[in-house]
């Protein structure tokens, strides 16, 4: 059992370095992909600079925290679409009938997916995460810390992909609302979460996993909380069994499209 899991691994870890390896045949186009995501996010630090000028603090938030936010919310969405890209796009790959060339993989199908595809400039949003940590609020800790709730939160985000687009073995037209959630999910993730009222705060903790992937985490990097720490674990491994689940039920209902 252990030497499977161990040869899954093994061969998801290897299908992501090929598919990096492929983009990398053109390397300018690869390195100015990354250092162009970099920029990008680099430039809404402006903005955050502005408004605290203006105001000291925000809703119980201050420069170095919305920085650890931000930092966390890039490489949370960059490690997830490094390893995991195809997920984001599976109903696309359900209507279409593209499960197929999946499905005769002698590995498992689920992971099959997941890592068959990648996103260069996602690399950036990863590193500029990274970047951000060191520059604003280094400690090592701190560093150990938000390297551990990335990988938390990459398969948070994942998962609930996962979920939501395994809806379309059931609901063809349901990865609009799908998509939606996912994006909303990833836009509220870089506002701090004390501007929100009660109602919003539900939603963004128990229905849109954005709360457990990056408030929580960011919560526990400023005051360190062990039970905290174990309940966001908890959500996760929970929520990512739920989805896994999901998909297989869902895959009992697919179609192939004789392509």
């Not at 499960?99 to 890592?115: C, E, F, G, R, W």
Request: charged share 10%; proline share 2%; hydrophobic share 55%.
């Amino acid at each position: 059992m252990l030497t499977a899991v161990k040869n899954e691994i093994r061969v998801c870890l290897l299908s992501v370095k090929y598919n990096i390896m492929r983009d990398m045949l053109n390397k300018v186009t690869f390195i100015s992909n990354i250092l162009f995501m970099m920029l990008n996010n680099a430039s809404f630090i402006v903005q955050w600079f502005i408004l605290f000028h203006l105001k000291e603090d925000i809703c119980g938030y201050s420069m170095k925290e919305v920085m650890l936010l931000w930092g966390l919310s890039a490489s949370t969405f960059g490690l997830a679409h490094v390893l995991f890209a195809r997920v984001f796009s599976l109903p696309e790959l359900i209507v279409n009938g593209k499960l197929d060339a999946y499905l005769v993989l002698p590995k498992n199908v689920l992971l099959s997916v997941m890592t068959s595809a990648t996103s260069t400039s996602a690399i950036g949003d990863f590193l500029y995460g990274i970047l951000v940590v060191c520059v604003f609020c280094f400690s090592i800790e701190r560093l150990l810390l938000f390297l551990f709730f990335t990988i938390t939160g990459a398969v948070t985000l994942t998962a609930f992909s996962l979920l939501m687009g395994s809806l379309t073995f059931w609901l063809v037209r349901s990865e609009m609302l799908g998509q939606q959630l996912v994006n909303i999910m990833i836009s509220f993730a870089t506002y701090p979460d004390g501007i929100f009222n009660s109602k919003t705060k539900f939603i963004l903790y128990l229905i849109i996993p954005v709360g457990m992937a990056i408030y929580q985490p960011v919560h526990i990097m400023i005051d360190f909380s062990l039970s905290t720490l174990l309940i966001v674990l908890g959500y996760t491994f929970l929520l990512s069994a739920s989805a896994a689940f999901v998909f297989y039920r869902g895959l009992r209902r697919y179609s192939s499209s004789s392509l």
